[in-house]
C-alpha cells in the first residue's frame, strides 16, 4: 500500500499562492495516478486536477485551470499542486488521493489512498 501526506496548506490573502505538496511512501509513487481533491465545510469533495503516473497527462476543471498546476516528481515520490490568484471560494481542506496504474478519474470513489488532508484559507 502507498501512504500519503499533505503539506503546504495555509491561510493566504485572495490573489495570493500557496504550493501544496503530497509525500507518498510504502510503494513507488510512479505506478499510481494521483489527484488532489477539496472539501469545504457542508459541500461534497470537489475534484481538484489529477496527474497520471508518468505525469505525461493532466486533468484540470474548469473551476480550476489557468489557476492550478499540478506536477510530480517520482524520484522524491511528490505530487504538487501550485496555486495561484486564490479566491475566497477556494477556501477547504485539500486532500491528496492516489490510485493503481493511473487514469485520470475525477470522481473520488476510484481512488484507494488518501492522505489526510491540508487546511487551505483564503482571505477576501
Known amino acids: 500500500q502507498v501512504q500519503l501526506v499533505e503539506s503546504g496548506g495555509g491561510s493566504v490573502q485572495a490573489g495570493g499562492s500557496l504550493r501544496l505538496s503530497c509525500a507518498a511512501s510504502?510503494?513507488?509513487?510512479?505506478?499510481?495516478?494521483v489527484a488532489w481533491f477539496r472539501q469545504a465545510p457542508g459541500k461534497e469533495r470537489e475534484f481538484v486536477s489529477a496527474?497520471?503516473?508518468?505525469?505525461?497527462?493532466?486533468r484540470i476543471p474548469d473551476s480550476a485551470r489557468g489557476r492550478f498546476t499540478i506536477s510530480r516528481d517520482n524520484a522524491k515520490s511528490t505530487v504538487y499542486l501550485q496555486m495561484n490568484s486564490l479566491k475566497p471560494e477556494d477556501t477547504a481542506v485539500y486532500y491528496c488521493?492516489?490510485?493503481?496504474?493511473?487514469?485520470?478519474?475525477?470522481?473520488?470513489?476510484?481512488?484507494?489512498?488518501w492522505g489526510q488532508g491540508t487546511q487551505v484559507t483564503v482571505s477576501s
Open positions: 510504502g510503494r513507488a509513487l510512479s505506478n499510481y495516478g
Open positions: 488521493a492516489a490510485r493503481q496504474f493511473g487514469g485520470l478519474q475525477s470522481e473520488p470513489d476510484k481512488y484507494a489512498y
Open positions: 496527474i497520471s503516473p508518468s505525469g505525461s497527462s493532466v
